[in-house]
């Protein structure tokens, strides 16, 4: 029998609705834009805020991390028994620029209720998901009559994930003792649909490279020597267009040597969500036709295959007017998203190679590493901690959870790594909450059952990771 009753967890969250909405407003105020350097003192003012909240809300342990750049909240509610197992909640408390602001409806740092939707910048990533995780852990208290949770939980809520998260490695490894766990919940992504839950189950990585083909040491004539020398730009398009096969594979070799292919039931799973693909092309910049790896449908290929994408190719005269010419130099951008087993240090050497191997004589190429690149993170289906989450979001949702996976990258490679501890992803957020756009926005009912779902999740995990 479950300690935790779900009428008593209802109860609890509706009773402290208006006042979990008016928190969270006032923590939506603080402007705490990471990427901005005349917004670090919000960002601060935000963990600050956000440090007394959670002393107030009963956490015995509460302290702001410092970094080289914006801090970090640390709280830790030790569980009952001291036997029991620990998990860490991730989030973070800094918000994306709000520009272009001309197309806000209203003032973005000072949110409002429009029926059932509260709109304002972090309303969804990720101020609102964090939060829910406060009322879910009360109420889960106040309906089991304990003082302490089943679990240990160790919230952490980052302040640089909106400019990169460049100094989380360095934290993780330097509190790895304290944030030591038996698994990391992440609230930090989204659902299908509001009456389609469904939980994240991995993200890809991202690694991005310049490259540069230089020819002749000047532009020339292309009557006197078009012809006789190498042709940097055409060079380059014989060079990108040799990146796919005619499947739509990659050809660097050894490129999906690492993946972690999809399971029957994934791919099961995934082709039940309702997917209209006419309507995705329409929000995909009204695509034409879908197109990608042959043997995999859209939803595969954006969530669990690899891809390399030409972002750039520019080179020789583009200004009005022509310009007969051998250009001396040509140059593209490009960036791979990577799939869980994919390691980016490996997909740099091997891309360098593959292009020195298919450089024709005459031409000198250079290939210039944009950062270290973001790894990806995955969390099997059939994992114990997974399995638990989702019995957690079924007794919220009353209804049958499916899986997904996304596109985006963030600081979750780094977490299951350095804490070596598996990843559990529960959010609520939508699709159309147009994070990182004007007008962002969260559902409230939805936070209220991510606040449901989190009071069940403590003592289905104490169960489960034992």
């Known amino acids: 029998m479950n300690d935790v009753q779900p009428n008593d967890v209802v109860a609890h969250i509706q009773a402290g609705r208006d006042r979990f909405i008016a928190d969270l407003k006032e923590w939506l105020r603080i402007p705490s834009i990471s990427g901005n350097p005349a917004h670090a003192g919000d960002v601060r003012k935000s963990a600050e805020w956000l440090a007394e909240y959670l002393r107030g809300q009963g956490f015995p342990s509460v302290e702001i991390w410092e970094t080289p750049g914006l801090p970090a909240v640390y709280a830790e509610w030790p569980a009952e028994d001291p036997g029991a197992p620990a998990v860490v909640v991730y989030g973070h408390h800094d918000v994306q620029p709000v520009e272009p602001l001309a197309e806000w409806d209203t003032d973005p740092f000072q949110p409002v209720e429009d029926g059932d939707r509260l709109i304002g910048r972090g309303a969804s990533d990720d101020k609102g998901q964090i939060f829910f995780h406060t009322l879910g852990i009360r109420a889960s208290l106040a309906a089991s009559g304990r003082q302490a949770p089943p679990v240990t939980i160790k919230l952490l809520v980052e302040g640089e994930e909106e400019s990169g998260s460049v100094h989380f490695a360095d934290l993780l490894r330097t509190h790895r003792d304290r944030l030591a766990c038996d698994a990391v919940v992440i609230s930090d992504t989204t659902m299908w649909a509001a009456d389609v839950p469904s939980m994240c189950t991995g993200m890809r990585g991202l690694t991005e490279a310049e490259v540069t083909l ?13 012809g006789a020398v190498p042709n940097p730009l055409r060079a380059m398009a014989a060079l990108l267009a040799a990146l796919h096969d005619e499947d739509g594979r990659v ?3 050894g490129f999906y040597d690492d993946v972690v292919p999809l399971t029957d039931e994934e791919r099961e799973l995934f082709a039940r969500l309702p997917f209209d693909e006419d309507e995705w092309l329409r929000g995909a910049g ?8 042959k043997g995999y449908t859209t939803l595969e290929r954006i969530w669990a295959r690899p891809t390399a994408e030409i972002n750039g190719m520019w ?13 001396r130099d040509a140059h593209a951008k490009l960036s791979f998203r990577l799939v869980a087993g994919q390691d980016p240090g490996k997909v740099h050497e091997a891309f360098k190679a593959w292009v020195s191997q298919n450089t024709p004589p005459g031409v000198e190429a250079e290939v210039r ?7 990806p993170c995955f969390s099997p289906i059939d994992s114990a901690g997974v399995k638990a989450a989702r019995r957690a979001m079924e007794r919220a949702f009353g209804t049958e959870v499916l899986f997904t996976r996304e596109g985006g990258s963030g600081p979750e490679a780094d977490l ?23 007008n962002e926005k969260v559902e409230i009912p939805l936070l209220l059952k991510g606040a449901e779902a989190a009071a069940y999740l403590w003592e289905e995990l104490a169960s489960a990771l034992r």
């Not at 590493?369 to 790894?375: K, S």
């Not at 299951?416 to 529960?426: S, T």
């Open 214 to 226: 230089r020819g002749p040491a000047s532009d020339l004539h292309s009557g006197s020597f078009g």
């Open 251 to 253: 050809t660097l070799p």
């Open 286 to 293: 009204e695509s034409r036709a879908a197109h990608g790896e």
């Open 315 to 327: 080179g020789g005269h583009t200004g009005p007017g022509g310009k007969t010419i051998v250009p």
């Open 369 to 375: 590493v944009q950062g270290g690149g973001v790894r």
């Open 416 to 438: 299951a790594d350095i804490l070596d501890a598996p990843l559990i992803f529960v959010a609520v957020g939508l699709n159309g909450d147009r994070i990182h756009a004007p």
